[in-house]
């Protein structure tokens, strides 16, 4: 759907029925234990890495070998960038061209200061951190917040033919929780496949944070 052609999913065995249900356009091959990326790179014109990703010694080991391996553009966001303000002397031993792609929270982070100050002037940190890291930078937030906003507005006045539902946000994933056993859900689904700004939709439930909870 976003025209790549040829698309990898790159993640653990252990997640990739769970990804795998949401990713039906993709092929996938998995990373281990040691996190070796060489058998997985090889023909690759862009890497994308961070998001759900998860942060740990894992995942910026993860992401250092990828930085150090991959001779295409590697795209870092979310959870890359967590990663990555770790450990940014990473970037001093790349073997590819970056592109970071920060909000004004990871930006702040990447920084070392507030998110109040990238706001103050976020062309001026964006500029200074590119010049001085030899990396693209691509600082969100512009019109992120109105948008946001408009697109809940959209939800809440379709779902309100099909029920009681809280619309909400959340890391720019907007999840619509029916309140009541008397919502029609089949009418919800199918409105949202229909609300402009909405790239997929998929059905969820609450629970822990582990594999047994999510696989029970």
């Known amino acids: 759907r976003s025209g790549t052609g040829y698309l990898v999913t790159v993640c653990p065995r252990d997640v990739y029925p769970i990804v795998a249900g949401q990713l039906i356009q993709s092929t996938f091959k998995f990373v281990d234990g040691n996190m070796d990326v060489r058998p997985i790179l090889g023909g690759a014109s862009a890497v994308a890495v961070g998001c759900g990703l998860g942060q740990g010694e894992n995942q910026r080991l993860l992401l250092k070998n990828i930085l150090t391996t991959a001779k295409c553009p590697v795209i870092i966001d979310a959870d ?90 959340m890391q720019s994933t907007v999840y619509v929780e029916p309140m009541d056993e008397l919502c029609d859900m089949d009418g919800a689904w199918d409105a949202c496949r229909t609300i402009f700004g909405i790239v997929s939709i998929c059905r969820c439930r609450a629970c822990d944070k582990d594999l047994d909870a999510i696989f029970g």
Request: aromatic share 6%; net charge positive; glycine share 6%.
């Open 80 to 169: 890359g960038i967590n990663n990555l303000c770790r450990d940014i002397d990473m970037l001093k031993d790349r073997t590819c061209p970056v592109i970071l792609t920060p909000h004004a929270g990871e930006m702040a982070s990447l920084c070392r200061c507030k998110a109040s100050d990238i706001l103050r002037r976020p062309i001026g940190y964006a500029q200074e951190f590119a010049k001085e890291h030899n990396v693209i930078l691509v600082l969100k937030g512009a019109n992120k917040r109105q948008f946001e906003d408009k697109l809940r507005q959209n939800i809440r006045r379709r779902m309100r033919a099909y029920g009681n539902f809280d619309v909400y946000l």
